[in-house]
């Protein structure tokens, strides 16, 4: 077995980390790296304290909203804001740093990680709304596609 690069190793933590969440659409994990270190982790799923969506359902499919529309509706956090207030919490900096997802950041992601510091997004699967990736280029975040499917192909190589 070949020993996986820093990408495959930090994107196939991050498909571990998705496991974590509680969302009755899409699993989605992230994780914060720098200096080839791990900083924080995320998944998406509600508020800490608070019912899961696995508990009380989904508003956003009970209303048969698409995927990439009213996000002010979901009761969950995304994974990549979750990564960015676990570090704040325990006072880690973020900046300069690459966030590894297993999803395309949304708009409101981007933003917040264009104003976390964070210079590098490496994401696994597309999403249906692209501002979030308009926006971190516009900003000067590097952005690189890393297709989920192919992590799997180059782990077992």
Same mark, same amino acid.
């Given at each position: 077995m070949k020993? %996986?690069?820093? =990408?495959?190793y930090f994107m196939e933590i991050a498909s571990v980390v998705a496991k974590r969440s509680t969302c009755l659409r899409q699993? #989605?994990?992230? #994780?914060?790296v720098k200096?080839?270190?791990?900083?924080?982790t995320g998944y998406n799923g509600a508020p800490s @304290?608070? %019912?899961h969506c696995e508990e009380v359902g989904c508003l956003r499919d009970r209303m048969s909203v698409p995927s990439g529309e009213r996000? $002010? !509706?979901?009761?969950? #956090?995304?994974a990549e804001q979750n990564?960015?207030?676990?570090?704040?919490?325990? @006072?880690? &900096?973020?900046? @300069?740093?690459? *966030?590894? &997802?297993?999803h395309c950041p949304c708009i409101t992601c981007a933003k917040i990680i264009i104003n976390a510091g964070i210079k590098r997004v490496v994401y696994?699967?597309?999403?249906?709304?692209?501002? @979030? *990736?308009? *926006? *971190? $280029? $516009?900003?000067?975040? $590097?952005?690189?596609f890393? %297709?989920? =499917? &192919? !992590?799997?192909?180059?782990?077992?190589?």
């Open positions: 020993r %996986p690069t820093l =990408d495959e699993h #989605v994990g992230a #994780v914060i200096d080839k270190r791990i900083l924080a @304290g608070l %019912p996000q $002010e !509706l979901c009761r969950g #956090v995304h990564a960015i207030i676990q570090a704040a919490k325990f @006072g880690i &900096s973020v900046d @300069g740093g690459t *966030l590894y &997802s297993t696994g699967k597309e999403y249906a709304d692209k501002n @979030g *990736l308009k *926006l *971190l $280029e $516009e900003a000067g975040v $590097e952005i690189e890393f %297709p989920s =499917d &192919s !992590l799997s192909k180059k782990v077992k190589n």
